[in-house]
T-cell receptor, first 114, second 116 residues
Framework: GAVVSQHPSRVICKSGTSVKIECRSL??????MFWYRQFPKKSLMLMAT?????????EQGVEKDKFLINHASLTLSTLTVTSAHPEDSSFYIC??????????FGSGTRLTVV | AQKVTQAQTEISVVEKEDVTLDCVYE???????LFWYKQPPSGELVFLIR??????QNEISGRYSWNFQKSTSSFNFTITASQVVDSAVYFC?????????????FGTGTRLTIIP
């Protein structure tokens, strides 16, 4: 089945540094990917829609300069959290749209900023 | 704007009992999709079902069943003969097109605990 591979699964970084999260579609091409953020015991909130070869579309309230999204190929989308702060600590999940099932999700990345 | 409401924040039942998770949605679109996902403690989202707005047939898959009622904008999920492995957070979600952009909106989730 269609698999989205997300790395890393866990990352701890120091305040002020940047962290890159990768999301790869392993056996299909994903022209559109979605990035979500989930706070502990909360729902998934859509951050941005990533389109291959064009700029990402960010949801209201999401800082474009802090959460850089690049979708340079049909199989890879990346989310870079720039100048990370403790309040950026969260669970980040990527997703790709599938014709048959609707959406498939990565396994998530738990980011802790210390 | 679309909205998904899962009024039950947490549910605990004893193993082998049946349990129903409620989901109510709001949308202005006539064409939309409804989903249920399971999120175990490990965090990944497990797809359970997708239903389009034109298909109101109830679905059964093993111990899982879904009741889609457009008249009440509800898409409820029932687990029969619950098992400890069913313990997880369950999300209901709605997909529709918002000004040409597709969006998947999640409910707040229901944390289900099955007590052995």
């Amino acid at each position: 089945g269609a698999v989205v591979s997300q790395h890393p699964s866990r990352v701890i970084c120091k305040s002020g540094t940047s962290v890159k999260i990768e999301c790869r579609s392993l056996d299909f091409q994903a022209t559109t990917m979605f990035w979500y953020r989930q706070f502990p015991k909360k729902s998934l909130m859509l951050m941005a829609t990533s389109n291959e070869g064009s700029k990402a579309t960010y949801e209201q309230g999401v800082e474009k300069d802090k959460f850089l999204i690049n979708h340079a190929s049909l199989t890879l989308s990346t989310l870079t959290v720039t100048s990370a702060h403790p309040e950026d600590s969260s669970f980040y999940i990527c997703s790709a749209r599938l014709v048959e099932l609707g959406y498939t999700f990565g396994s998530g990345t738990r980011l802790t900023v210390v | 704007a679309q909205k998904v409401t899962q009024a039950q924040t947490e549910i605990s039942v004893v193993e082998k009992e049946d349990v129903t998770l409620d989901c109510v949605y709001e949308t202005r679109d006539t064409t939309y999709y409804l989903f249920w996902y399971k999120q175990p403690p490990s965090g990944e989202l497990v797809f359970l079902i997708r239903r389009n707005s034109f298909d109101e047939q109830n679905e059964i898959s093993g111990r899982y069943s879904w009741n889609f009622q457009k008249s009440t904008s509800s898409f409820n999920f029932t687990i029969t003969a619950s098992q400890v492995v069913d313990s997880a957070v369950y999300f209901c979600a709605l997909s529709e097109r918002d000004f040409g952009n597709e969006k998947l909106t999640f409910g707040t989730g229901t944390r289900l605990t099955i007590i052995p």
